[in-house]
């Protein structure tokens, strides 16, 4: 009995975090690893970064993290055999059953939550230690399920402010002579799906007239919005790209008269703190979590009726026409997104670890405590 608690309670000095992602490593291909390494170990705090994934086919190493393909069923033998102090899973679906469902005693689950679609929000969520949620809409939704608010914390999602940045006039004069031959330029960036609305706003093009093009930058099937544009009448003036890299995307944040997301949900919205960050005129739903950081008329325009196409070409002719707003918008963008910057998340993420890791210590207390008693009779 002595040698088992005895090994329950010594700590090794090395630290070690398991993180469960919801996508393959390869999903992040578009991220440089020195930008994985922080993303996935934020200010470097554990000594050895563990990904166990159902979603990898061969163990590797990547941005400084070791990749162990896992089965749910192993995860528990896993956690023990590398000696994980603290496991993090990646999204309330499956990976929250994954983390929460094969928990080993004194090792805390953290989740983090990125979404407000209830669907995507399991009950094995009621066994997390701590819950990491990406905005107070998304907090709502988890605590339908998630009982403990004193551990549910908000962690948003961060901005490298010295990628997303202003360009000057000179920076982006390429992007006027040679790609986009319109002058008013509205930017839609967001996975071609329902949720972003890029249907109503290829709707909203046909009223603006001919000198507004649209350029959906983000991957998924264009083929539906292509036939949609083309009985609108407007295929001709929009550019559907599946992905710019991020130093890139930056400059069309910067360049575009507008950057238009009419979102019909958002768990946060890491797009508009970007454009935000590059002085864009942002346009969005008057729906939380992006009425959270946009305040209408100050940092971005919010519209009411985002499903109407006539209210939406109302509000991107205000944005791309009237000088004194923008102005007055650009000026206020970058400073009201401070806040999101890099290093305060990173370090914001870390304090939450450290609190999440003193469960632990508590219990390794406990523990010690019930092995001085028995052993002083």
């Given at each position: 009995m002595e040698s088992a608690i005895t090994n329950m309670i010594n700590t090794h000095k090395t630290k070690r975090l398991a993180v469960i992602p919801s996508d393959p490593l390869e999903a992040y291909s578009y991220r440089s690893d020195k930008y994985l390494q922080s993303y996935f170990n934020p200010l470097g705090m554990f000594d050895e970064v563990l990904v166990?994934?159902?979603?990898?086919?061969?163990?590797?190493?990547?941005?400084?993290?070791?990749?162990?393909?896992?089965?749910p069923k192993q995860i528990r033998r896993r956690?023990?055999?590398?000696?994980?102090?603290?496991?993090?899973?990646?999204?309330?679906?499956?990976?929250?059953?994954?983390a929460c469902l094969n928990k080993v005693e004194g090792v805390?689950?953290?989740?983090?939550?990125?979404?407000?679609?209830?669907?995507?929000?399991?009950?094995?969520?009621?066994?997390?230690?701590?819950?990491?949620?990406?905005?107070?809409?998304?907090?709502?939704?988890?605590?339908?399920?998630?009982?403990?608010p004193e551990k549910l914390w908000i962690l948003p999602n961060r901005v490298h402010l010295d990628v997303m940045r202003p360009y000057s006039v000179d920076e982006l004069d390429d992007l006027d002579k040679y790609y986009y031959p319109f002058k008013y330029r509205i930017l839609h960036v967001g996975r071609k799906s329902k949720e972003k609305n890029l249907d109503t706003l290829i709707e909203a093009l046909?009223?603006?007239?001919?000198?507004?093009?649209?350029?959906?930058?983000?991957?998924?099937?264009?083929?539906?919005?292509?036939?949609?544009?083309?009985?609108?009448?407007?295929?001709h003036k929009c550019y559907f790209i599946q992905s710019i890299k991020n130093e890139e995307l930056a400059r069309y944040y910067s360049w575009a008269s507008c950057m238009c997301v009419p979102s019909r949900w958002e768990g946060f919205g890491i797009v508009f703190i970007e454009a935000l960050a590059c002085e864009s005129i942002v346009i969005t739903s008057d729906i939380a979590p992006m009425n959270e950081y946009i305040k209408h008329g100050e940092n971005?325009?919010?519209?009411?009726?985002?499903?109407?196409?006539v209210a939406l070409a109302e509000a991107i002719k205000r944005a791309c026409q009237d000088e004194d707003l923008q102005e007055n918008?650009?000026?206020?963008?970058?400073?009201?997104?401070?806040?999101?910057?890099?290093?305060?998340?990173?370090?914001?993420?870390?304090?939450?670890?450290?609190?999440?890791?003193?469960?632990?210590l508590h219990k390794t207390n406990w523990i010690k405590r019930v092995w001085n008693l028995t052993s002083s009779r």
């Amino acid at each position: 009995m002595e040698s088992a608690i005895t090994n329950m309670i010594n700590t090794h000095k090395t630290k070690r975090l398991a993180v469960i992602p919801s996508d393959p490593l390869e999903a992040y291909s578009y991220r440089s690893d020195k930008y994985l390494q922080s993303y996935f170990n934020p200010l470097g705090m554990f000594d050895e970064v563990l990904v166990f994934s159902p979603l990898e086919d061969r163990e590797y190493c990547k941005a400084g993290m070791r990749i162990v393909p896992s089965k749910p069923k192993q995860i528990r033998r896993r956690i023990v055999e590398y000696k994980i102090d603290i496991v993090r899973a990646y999204g309330g679906y499956w990976a929250c059953d994954m983390a929460c469902l094969n928990k080993v005693e004194g090792v805390p689950v953290v989740v983090s939550v990125h979404d407000t679609d209830p669907k995507l929000l399991y009950n094995s969520i009621e066994k997390a230690d701590t819950v990491f949620c990406v905005s107070e809409a998304v907090k709502q939704v988890v605590l339908t399920r998630f009982h403990k608010p004193e551990k549910l914390w908000i962690l948003p999602n961060r901005v490298h402010l010295d990628v997303m940045r202003p360009y000057s006039v000179d920076e982006l004069d390429d992007l006027d002579k040679y790609y986009y031959p319109f002058k008013y330029r509205i930017l839609h960036v967001g996975r071609k799906s329902k949720e972003k609305n890029l249907d109503t706003l290829i709707e909203a093009l046909r009223i603006l007239g001919d000198e507004y093009c649209v350029i959906a930058v983000g991957k998924g099937d264009s083929e539906e919005y292509a036939k949609l544009a083309e009985k609108e009448g407007v295929l001709h003036k929009c550019y559907f790209i599946q992905s710019i890299k991020n130093e890139e995307l930056a400059r069309y944040y910067s360049w575009a008269s507008c950057m238009c997301v009419p979102s019909r949900w958002e768990g946060f919205g890491i797009v508009f703190i970007e454009a935000l960050a590059c002085e864009s005129i942002v346009i969005t739903s008057d729906i939380a979590p992006m009425n959270e950081y946009i305040k209408h008329g100050e940092n971005g325009l919010l519209v009411k009726d985002y499903e109407n196409p006539v209210a939406l070409a109302e509000a991107i002719k205000r944005a791309c026409q009237d000088e004194d707003l923008q102005e007055n918008l650009k000026k206020n963008a970058r400073k009201s997104v401070d806040g999101f910057a890099k290093n305060i998340i990173e370090n914001l993420e870390a304090d939450y670890y450290t609190k999440a890791l003193s469960f632990k210590l508590h219990k390794t207390n406990w523990i010690k405590r019930v092995w001085n008693l028995t052993s002083s009779r």
